[in-house]
């Protein structure tokens, strides 16, 4: 599953660096990069707010602001405060991968999905917490925590992610899709870029 995690990773990579070069070479704009080496990331938060896909205040903002201001009336501006956010954000994205799933698939919702979110908002809270508690007098060393980080991800992942993917056959449909794209791209440009036998 390592592997597949991995495949997964630099497929979306791929793609969205494809999807790229249309936008630069027809209108000039430089897309900022999706992804800022994940599989470095020494911590939850490092891994979900500065490496995996970049979140655009237009995606969080909405269910995080409403909710750290409520929750900054109720806790006051403890630490307290940002945690129902965080978690708010987090369950948003998860119930919007299950809509995308659904639309991909037409399978009803397993909220596994979502359930990953969740888990792993809950545990950006508690790493942000933690951190908190113990601010900066004691850190692992970053070869133990970008271990643990990557390997968080890659076992949620497996467990509660990607099994939606394959039960329903996401993934080996978006393979045929992309080899028939460039096979369509390759008789355009005159390069067999997939081969048929």
Same mark, same amino acid.
């Given at each position: 599953?390592?592997?597949?995690?991995?495949?997964?990773?630099?497929?979306?990579?791929?793609?969205?660096?494809?999807?790229?070069?249309?936008?630069?070479?027809?209108?000039?704009?430089?897309?900022?990069?999706?992804?800022?080496?994940?599989?470095?990331?020494?911590?939850?938060?490092?891994?979900?707010?500065?490496?995996?896909?970049?979140?655009?205040?237009?995606?969080?903002?909405?269910?995080?602001?409403?909710?750290?201001?409520?929750?900054?009336?109720?806790?006051?501006?403890?630490?307290?405060?940002?945690?129902?956010?965080?978690?708010?954000?987090?369950?948003?994205?998860?119930?919007?991968?299950?809509?995308?799933?659904?639309?991909?698939?037409?399978?009803?919702?397993?909220?596994?999905?979502?359930?990953?979110?969740?888990?792993? +908002?809950?545990? $950006? @809270?508690?790493?942000?917490? /933690?951190?908190?508690?113990?601010?900066? *007098?004691?850190? =692992?060393?970053?070869?133990?925590?970008?271990?643990?980080?990557? +390997?968080?991800? $890659? @076992?949620?992942?497996?467990? /509660?992610?990607?099994?939606?993917?394959? *039960?329903?056959? =996401?993934?080996?449909?978006?393979?045929?899709?992309?080899?028939?794209?460039?096979?369509?791209?390759?008789?355009?440009?005159?390069?067999?870029?997939?081969?048929?036998?």
């Amino acid at each position: 599953m390592a592997l597949y995690c991995c495949h997964v990773y630099l497929g979306v990579e791929l793609i969205l660096a494809i999807t790229a070069l249309p936008a630069k070479a027809l209108i000039g704009v430089e897309l900022e990069p999706q992804f800022d080496e994940p599989y470095l990331a020494t911590s939850l938060q490092d891994f979900w707010g500065r490496r995996w896909i970049s979140w655009s205040p237009a995606f969080y903002a909405p269910p995080y602001t409403p909710v750290r201001r409520i929750s900054t009336r109720i806790l006051g501006r403890s630490s307290w405060a940002r945690a129902p956010a965080i978690l708010a954000t987090f369950l948003v994205s998860g119930l919007m991968h299950e809509v995308i799933y659904y639309y991909m698939s037409r399978a009803s919702p397993t909220w596994e999905v979502t359930w990953f979110f969740v888990l792993h +908002g809950v545990c $950006v @809270v508690a790493e942000v917490t /933690l951190k908190k508690a113990v601010g900066g *007098r004691w850190r =692992l060393h970053r070869a133990v925590s970008g271990t643990l980080t990557v +390997g968080f991800a $890659v @076992v949620t992942g497996a467990w /509660l992610f990607f099994p939606q993917v394959t *039960r329903n056959g =996401l993934d080996m449909r978006a393979i045929n899709e992309y080899s028939i794209m460039a096979r369509f791209i390759g008789e355009r440009v005159g390069l067999n870029l997939i081969s048929t036998s």
